[in-house]
């Protein structure tokens, strides 16, 4: 169903209007109203009293008219009867600011005011909502006390609250919005709907979220798949207690950290770990191209700040290499003998707003230059202002369209120029690391959507009904999760190879599945009731022959008896022992957000220490297998290095 009705009403009604100025209902009149929307504005109150010189009607019914929106401004416990109103006049949409639905625990009226809207085929926001604001056509229908400053960022916050905050951040910190919409308990609308239309909407260049849970995390990571439009989303709750907090918050699950790390990255979705990121990656991403390649040039008037700036980059992943000799020609005629060529080039001191010009157009103009990071450190001999017009001119001038951001250290002059840039479109900010991780958002964006799996292709091998027949058979027979053995039976049925394993209750079985086997071996105890062997004494290796085996078999066996828990023992698998460079862990969960996923990481006895996992939402494609893969591998590196050091100092 198209929103446009619901986010560019001709028609805004305002139910639970009110001439009390403490009071909400008043707020909203009075914000549409001063605002300057355009459209026309329908107070509803059953008084009848005119409120600000417009007309009021004492039901929404008695107003002759069409109406595409209303907000209810009334107690909760009277939401659904005025809902049943709405329904009747044919309102295509309703906004409902009222609390104490699902997020106080009561989720009988939330399902009541839900059931109305579907009998009417009416879209809901809300319940537990400030409202919406449209700056495209000034529109606040909303008790935020003013629309945030004009831009092109679509941005969606879960809480209220935090919805006025951002709304008075974005004058202070001149980040244009197009849209800012309060999405509270998305009893109805949801992320999902919201982002899709945002797609559609030429107001919007980008999509911004603050999240505290996502009910449906599938749909949701399927529609962000299908949006090219860049998409940042601050989740909070990312600690247990945060999580208990934003559960509380808004009457949503909030799943795991990881969990969500890997969903948002197949969804193609750029995660913001606080208020600042949010902002500064939406500015930056609503106002520059994507950058397409990993060449990135600094130019600078000052070498400390060139040195930030390297470091910074070499620790987002984009290393600075040396610009093409083709442009350090053409640079050598434009800076002073004794800059630097290299990148960072670094114009000295000496540079003027011409340099910074013709500088920062001639390396935009070279084909081999991904972005530009336009950096100034303030100085006596140019001001601010004359190198931020500089920077301006140089990108008018330019043949090429690529991304620049600055970067401007100094004083409140300095602030002032960060501030114009921003107005003439280019992302600046008042430090080099923000700036550089604001750029590698610009590239980190297009490889995510460059990477997307549409729909993962699955192999051909996979016996389907037999693992269904199996796994069905294990639960009839009161099986409530497989042990090791019936779990590589189901492995060898898709195919995946494992070693030779099998269960002894006694030495003597022990020795006789050995004949089968090729030393060395390994020894694991098996129960329904130990986790993690290695703790318990329960995993032997290496075990090299007969000898191995029996005293083995006894250790495990003494070692498992003298638990103090009452445990249940099935015997001890006897296994050919597999042995490599790298040990790593497979397994899945039924998150309660994005439903089945798959975990890969580091394994062993350090896995619960290292904790190096990542997730990803089932089913996984090629692209996403080796991703996660690679991520394992990295730190894998780093904690074999470490050793290596240690062993030395040892």
Do not use: W
């Not at 969804?267 to 994507?290: H, K, M, W």
């Not at 840039?421 to 980190?444: E, K, T």
């Amino acid at each position: 169903m198209d929103l446009k009705s619901f986010f560019y009403p001709e028609t805004v009604a305002v139910v639970g209007a009110s001439s009390d100025q403490t009071k909400i209902g008043y707020q909203i009149v009075s914000n549409l109203k001063s605002g300057g929307y355009a459209g026309n504005i329908v107070p509803v109150n059953r008084n009848g009293n005119d409120i600000l010189g417009l007309k009021t009607y004492r039901s929404i019914t008695d107003y002759p008219e069409k109406v595409d929106l209303a907000i209810l401004s009334v107690p909760a416990i009277s939401t659904p009867a005025v809902a049943e109103e709405c329904g009747k006049k044919g309102v295509f949409g309703i906004v409902v600011v009222a609390s104490g639905f699902a997020e106080t625990g009561n989720t009988k009226l939330e399902d009541d005011l839900s059931e109305v809207c579907r009998k009417y085929n009416m879209r809901l926001l809300g319940p537990n909502v400030v409202g919406i604001m449209n700056s495209s056509i000034k529109l606040n229908a909303s008790f935020a006390p003013y629309l945030p400053y004009p831009g092109s960022i679509g941005m969606i916050s879960q809480s209220g609250a935090m919805i006025i905050a951002l709304d008075a951040r974005t004058i202070r910190d001149k980040v244009g919005m197009s849209h800012l919409i309060s999405i509270g308990n998305m009893a109805d609308l949801g992320f999902s709907e919201i982002i899709s239309f945002m797609n559609e909407d030429h107001n919007v260049s980008c999509i911004s979220i603050y999240a505290e849970g996502i009910k449906n995390g599938r749909d949701f990571v399927e529609t962000a798949k299908a949006i090219k439009k860049p998409i940042i989303m601050l989740k909070a709750g990312i600690s247990k207690h945060g999580t208990i907090a934003a559960a509380s918050h808004t009457g949503s699950l909030a799943g795991s950290h990881k969990v969500y790390d890997g969903a948002l990255i197949q969804a193609g979705v750029i995660r913001a770990y606080n208020i600042d990121e949010l902002f500064d990656l939406s500015l930056t991403l609503s106002l520059q191209p994507g950058m397409e390649g990993d060449n990135l040039i600094v130019v600078t008037n000052g070498g400390g700040i060139g040195v930030l700036a390297t470091d910074s980059a070499d620790q987002n992943g984009l290393p600075l290499n040396d610009p093409p000799d083709d442009l350090k020609a053409v640079i050598r005629k434009i800076i002073p003998e004794f800059g630097s060529l290299r990148n960072p080039i670094d114009m000295s001191a000496m540079a003027s707003s011409e340099m910074y010009s013709k500088t920062i157009s001639s390396v935009m103009d070279n084909e081999k230059v991904s972005a530009i990071l336009a950096m100034y450190c303030e100085v006596a001999n140019l001001s601010p202002m004359e190198a931020a017009k500089g920077i301006v001119s140089g990108v008018t001038n330019a043949k090429r369209n690529i991304p620049v951001v600055a970067a401007f250290v100094g004083g409140l002059e300095s602030d002032k120029a960060i501030e114009y840039l921003i107005g003439q479109g280019i992302p600046s900010f008042g430090a080099p690391d923000i700036a550089v991780q604001c750029i590698s958002a610009l590239r980190l964006h297009l490889k995510l959507n460059d990477e997307i799996c549409i729909n993962p292709e699955q192999p051909d091998n996979l016996e389907k009904t037999s693992v269904s027949g199996t796994i069905k058979s294990y639960l009839e027979r009161g099986f409530k999760s497989l042990n090791e053995i019936q779990s590589k039976e189901i492995f060898n049925m898709y195919g995946i190879q494992t070693n030779k394993t099998d269960l002894a209750t006694s030495v003597e079985e022990a020795e006789k599945i050995s004949v089968g086997m090729k030393f060395p071996l390994v020894l694991k105890i098996q129960s329904p009731d130990i986790l993690h062997k290695s703790d318990v004494g329960g995993v032997i290796l290496n075990i090299k022959d007969k000898t191995d085996l029996i005293n083995g078999f006894n250790r495990i066996i003494s070692n498992s008896s003298s638990l103090r828990e009452k445990i249940q023992v099935d015997g001890v698998t006897v296994q050919e022992m597999v042995s490599g460079d790298l040990e790593t862990v497979i397994g899945t969960i039924n998150d309660p957000t994005f439903g089945p996923t798959v975990m890969f990481g580091l394994g062993g006895t350090e896995v619960q220490a290292i904790n190096d996992v990542t997730f990803r939402m089932a089913p996984v494609c090629k692209t996403e297998a080796l991703k996660m893969i690679d991520s394992a591998e990295i730190i894998y590196q780093a904690i074999r290095q470490i050793r290596k050091r240690l062993s030395y100092t040892n």
